[in-house]
């Protein structure tokens, strides 16, 4: 796990064991170790008996990569360790899940693993440094792995972004894809999308205005910087001149309303709109002797 070539020193680096088995030497490496009593770093597990991490934040794994994996692993074996953890009746994978699927389609029925205890904020960081480093989290994925940390286990933005390596901008950055709609955030993890387009969805507030734009975006093959001039379009403020004209046109029906409810009841009266389709009519009444008028005759309205 070449770390520092991704700049995750303080990342994996600190939490897990680097040290790699030679692939033709692994089991009388490891059948020498057993030996001499020496199992503490790396021994062989029975792949029937590991469990995915529930925790990993990788969801989807690429079929055809995963073969090309596990044909590489018939010729050379696994190079690097899977690390796991002991549960009651099992060994649960901390990191190395495609290695262990491969191995799988590979046909083994041992791997070699590195056994160590890590508490449940160990393990969901190791799973998401791992699968950062090898860039294999869809930005869902990862976003979802960032929240987890702030929400579950109580870390700073800064902090998780000190554990990734990566800057505090990125993480929150990250963050703001889970604002989409479910439905924007389903295509961006089928690449119907990239994350520039998503990204730029995010000034949508409305969800359905959103996945709209996403359609579009698929259908029409836009670029990201087709979608921010959309984006922008879409969120500008009317025209003064428009907005001023509709004020005029609308002040003139709730004046020529007033006038007519008026001539019904025979007191002044005012129409006030709250929004485009909300409002309030005010009666005034000067007299208990009127405001009884008004009620009589909203009685017999009523009744009629």
Known sequence: MAAGARGLGKGLDSMIPQKVIQPKSNKEELKSKKETGDVSR?????INQIEPNKSQPRRNFNEDTLHELAESIKL????????????DKYYEIIAGERRW?????AGLKEVPAIVKEYSSQEIVE??????????????????????????????????????????RTAIANSM????????????????MISSGHARALISLEDGELQYQVATKIFDEKLSVRD????????????????????????????????EKIKEIIGSKVQV??????????????????????????????RKN
């Open 76 to 87: 050379y074996g696994i190079i690097q360790p899977l690390i796991l953890q002991k549960r």
């Open 176 to 191: 703001r894809l889970l604002k989409l709609d479910e439905r924007v955030q389903q295509m961006l993890i089928d690449d």
């Open 42 to 46: 790396e021994t062989l597990i029975n």
């Open 227 to 258: 979608v921010e001039k959309l984006v922008k379009k879409l969120l500008e403020p009317k025209k003064e001149e428009e907005t001023t004209e509709k004020g005029k046109n609308l002040d003139f029906i709730y004046r020529d309303i007033e």
């Open 126 to 167: 190791i799973a998401l440094i791992e699968n950062i480093q090898r860039e294999d989290l869809n930005p869902i994925e990862e976003a979802l792995a960032f929240q987890k940390l702030i929400n579950e286990y109580k870390l700073k933005q800064d902090e998780v972004a000190e554990r990734v390596s990566k800057s």
């Open 272 to 301: 006030k709109q709250k929004s485009e389709d909300k409002g309030k009519i005010e009666i005034e009444y000067y007299s208990k002797d009127e405001f009884e008028r008004i009620i009589e005759l909203f009685q017999t309205i």
């Open 101 to 105: 699927r491969a191995a799988k389609v």
